[in-house]
T-cell receptor, first 111, second 116 residues
Framework: GENVEQHPSTLSVQEGDSAVIKCTYS??????FPWYKQELGKGPQLIIDIRSNVGEKKDQRIAVTLNKTAKHFSLHITETQPEDSAVYFCAAVTGGFKTIFGAGTRLFVKA | EAGVVQSPRYKIIEKKQPVAFWCNPI?????LYWYLQNLGQGPELLIRYENEEAVDDSQLPKDRFSAERLKGVDSTLKIQPAELGDSAVYLCASSYLAGGGYNEQFFGPGTRLTVL
């Protein structure tokens, strides 16, 4: 069945450094790739997304890249801040609007 | 604009008891989702509604779980009877799906269920 693998499961960086989270997906019909940030006690919140016809998208300190051939997509956060500390989830959405989430990456940004 | 509203936020019950969760989606959103999130995992879809119709309930354990979305707005998810393994966070999300559109989902805060 459809599957999304996410790495690493935990990531610790120093404030100001960059953080990279990587995901791979199995269903070649996936055409939309959102990234969510989840803080303690809250639901996931969309932070950036990319469609299958785009290779890269940037929004201030956050960027996402997509390699459809390899079925890889990645989240890049530059100049990390303590408030970036949270759990981040990648997801892949098929043409049937079914969303498969990765297992999450817990990001710690040390001040 | 109000976001997705869920209640209760927390629920503690004994095993074999029934429990129900309620969700009010963002106004105008035609699609509603119920997800299960176990500790340290990503959300897993239980059921997706387009208006009143359940279009994907393949992952819903129908022997004990049921859901409804009367009038295509609010939704209720029920578990009867609850088992210890049902302890998790139950998330509701909504989106507006139009022909050719993609699927930006807005999540509620979730209901944390503890089964003793």
């Amino acid at each position: 069945g459809e599957n999304v693998e996410q790495h690493p499961s935990t990531l610790s960086v120093q404030e100001g450094d960059s953080a990279v989270i990587k995901c791979t997906y199995s269903d070649s019909a996936s055409n939309y790739f959102p990234w969510y940030k989840q803080e303690l006690g809250k639901g996931p919140q969309l932070i950036i997304d990319i469609r299958s016809n785009v290779g890269e998208k940037k929004d201030q300190r956050i960027a996402v890249t997509l390699n459809k051939t390899a079925k890889h997509f990645s989240l890049h956060i530059t100049e990390t801040q303590p408030e970036d500390s949270a759990v981040y989830f990648c997801a892949a959405v098929t043409g049937g609007f079914k969303t498969i989430f990765g297992a999450g990456t817990r990001l710690f940004v040390k001040a | 604009e109000a976001g997705v509203v869920q209640s209760p936020r927390y629920k503690i019950i004994e095993k074999k008891q029934p429990v129900a969760f309620w969700c009010n989606p963002i106004s105008g959103h035609n699609t509603l989702y119920w997800y299960l999130q176990n500790l340290g995992q990503g959300p897993e879809l239980l059921i997706r509604y387009e208006n009143e119709e359940a279009v994907d309930d393949s992952q819903l354990p129908k022997d004990r779980f049921s859901a409804e979305r009367l009038k295509g707005v609010d939704s209720t998810l029920k578990i009867q009877p609850a088992e210890l393994g049902d302890s998790a966070v139950y998330l509701c999300a909504s989106s507006y799906l139009a022909g050719g559109g993609y699927n930006e989902q807005f999540f509620g805060p979730g209901t944390r269920l503890t089964v003793l």
